[in-house]
């Protein structure tokens, strides 16, 4: 009798699908040796001949070599909110805006965006390097970097300091786990697409272990690693996370875990959520004693590993098909941004 292939192969098997001929599967996270290329900084541009994202140079001391990308719509007043996004492995700042239309949407509702990039001296597949410790500690390596970009980006945009919001895809979704972590105060709400919690792994090995099936921790456990690092939490941002159930990439079950470490951080009972559902999803809403959502867990049924977004006209829309962005029907774009408060139009 033929043997079954185990979890661990069949994960394996699922990413390498993802990847070009001769790529090794080491490659999709191990970045290549430093190089004095990693703390140079940006060349001033524009992304693309017709983006509206321009690159920023001059953020900080960017110990993770990270590059900035940021649009600003023109006439934006002092005080509006701020969202900061990172894209997942084999995309960039481009790609990601392209198709999910945060930088349109700042337009019509009166926001900053930036992006925070990787760069293929730190990775070659533009994974960020969610799984190791020297990158994702406070103030060190690339969380670091992020954390500079938010900075720099509010000052340039004069934006709300209360109302600064954090997204991002699969190896980006692990990092805003990361950012929400460290740095709870900085952000108002955080929404982790296809993510791993924070502390899922510790190296390269262990993180293939973790998108496979996430550790088998108790919430309380979970909880504890924010805990350690961010042991006195003044601040709770509005935790969203969303995930395919058909997710080959990075399991289901680590979206289920991310709802654990911030539902027991938050110290909310299993079963005191509100039910919801929407054609093709679930959605779980935990509320605090005011009844404002604290964590919020949206289960997409039958999607594999990406962003769910939905081609149209008008901000938040999908104007081109890019990787890991799956038309889902609705956009997520405009979701997250509802839940974060940037719903009314922005009246110049």
């Not at 190791?132 to 060190?140: C, F, M, N």
């Not at 110290?267 to 604290?294: H, M, N, Q, S």
């Not at 799956?326 to 979701?335: C, I, P, Q, V």
Request: aromatic share 8%.
């Amino acid at each position: 009798m033929k043997e079954r292939p185990s979890m661990r192969d069949r994960f394996k098997r699922s990413v390498e699908r993802l990847l070009p001929d001769q790529t090794r599967l080491s490659d999709l996270f191990w970045p290549f040796q430093p190089t004095t290329e990693r703390k140079t900084p940006a060349v001033r541009r524009r992304a693309g001949t017709n983006s509206p994202l321009v690159e920023t140079n001059d953020f900080g001391s960017n110990p993770g070599g990270l590059r900035m990308f940021m649009h600003v719509p023109a006439g934006l007043p002092a005080g509006r909110p701020l969202v900061l996004v990172l894209h997942g492995c084999r995309q960039d700042a481009e790609s990601y805006d392209r198709a999910a239309g945060w930088a349109s949407l700042a337009d019509e509702r009166g926001f900053a965006v930036v992006y925070a990039q990787q760069r293929e001296a730190n990775n070659p597949r533009l994974c960020f390097t969610w799984f190791r410790p020297s990158e994702v500690t406070r103030d060190r390596g690339e969380l670091m970097s992020i954390r500079q970009i938010v900075s720099h980006a509010a000052g340039l945009a004069a934006s709300d300091p209360q109302r600064v919001f954090i997204t991002g895809l699969s190896a980006g979704g692990a990092m805003t786990a990361a950012m929400l972590a460290n740095y709870p105060d900085v952000f108002a709400g955080g929404a982790i697409i296809a993510g791993l919690p924070f502390g899922a792994a510790r190296d390269a090995t262990r993180a293939f272990d973790a998108m496979a099936q996430a550790p088998d921790h108790t919430p309380r456990a979970w909880a504890d690693l924010v805990r350690l690092v961010s042991p006195r939490m003044a601040h709770k941002p509005a935790i969203s996370v969303w995930h395919g159930t058909a997710d080959e990439t990075v399991a289901l079950s680590n979206g289920r875990a991310l709802v654990d470490q911030w539902r027991d951080l938050y110290r909310l009972p299993k079963d005191a959520f509100v039910e919801k559902r929407l054609k093709g999803r679930r959605t779980r809403i935990w509320p605090d004693k005011d009844g404002k959502p604290l964590v919020t867990f949206h289960e997409i049924d039958g999607m594999g590993h990406g962003t769910p977004v939905m081609a149209g006209e008008g901000g938040g829309h999908a104007v081109s098909r890019e990787p890991f962005m799956l038309d889902a029907g609705f956009s997520s774009t405009l979701e997250i941004a509802k839940e974060w408060g940037l719903t009314r139009k922005w009246k110049r």
